[in-house]
């Protein structure tokens, strides 16, 4: 698993890595979570900067899945979950600064 610097995460077998931390996935998947649910991103053979990598994880088989009480949805349904989230932090964000003094969090 990676952890990338805009946040993302990929999940796959690695295949070869540098002394730059340049790093090859096969397989990988982007894992988007969204509150309870979450959804993966086929993406297939990934090469990834390692300037752009904040940490590198090994997943046991046991351990990729997610705890219970999250609920896996399809690619299209997290997109739009991410959309949302987006907007909505966007929304927060706007009246944040229309009124400085509320703390909305």
Same mark, same amino acid.
């Given at each position: 698993?990676?952890?990338?610097?805009?946040?993302? $995460? /990929?999940? +796959?077998? /690695?295949?070869?890595?540098?002394?730059?931390?340049?790093?090859?996935?096969?397989?990988?998947?982007?894992?988007?979570?969204?509150?309870?649910?979450?959804?993966?991103?086929?993406?297939?053979?990934?090469?990834?900067?390692?300037?752009?990598?904040?940490?590198? +994880?090994? /997943?046991?088989?046991?351990?990729?899945?997610?705890?219970?009480?999250?609920?896996?949805?399809?690619? +299209?349904?997290?997109?739009?979950?991410?959309?949302?989230?987006? /907007?909505?932090?966007?929304? $927060?964000?706007?009246?944040?600064?229309?009124?400085?003094?509320?703390?909305?969090?």
């Amino acid at each position: 698993m990676l952890q990338l610097r805009d946040g993302r $995460k /990929l999940i +796959g077998i /690695l295949r070869s890595f540098d002394q730059f931390a340049n790093v090859l996935l096969e397989k990988s998947v982007e894992r988007i979570v969204v509150g309870n649910q979450y959804g993966d991103i086929e993406l297939g053979v990934q090469v990834v900067r390692g300037e752009n990598v904040v940490f590198m +994880g090994r /997943l046991d088989e046991l351990c990729g899945e997610m705890p219970q009480g999250f609920e896996k949805v399809s690619e +299209g349904e997290i997109k739009q979950a991410q959309k949302d989230a987006v /907007l909505e932090e966007q929304l $927060k964000g706007d009246i944040a600064k229309r009124f400085d003094f509320l703390d909305l969090e």
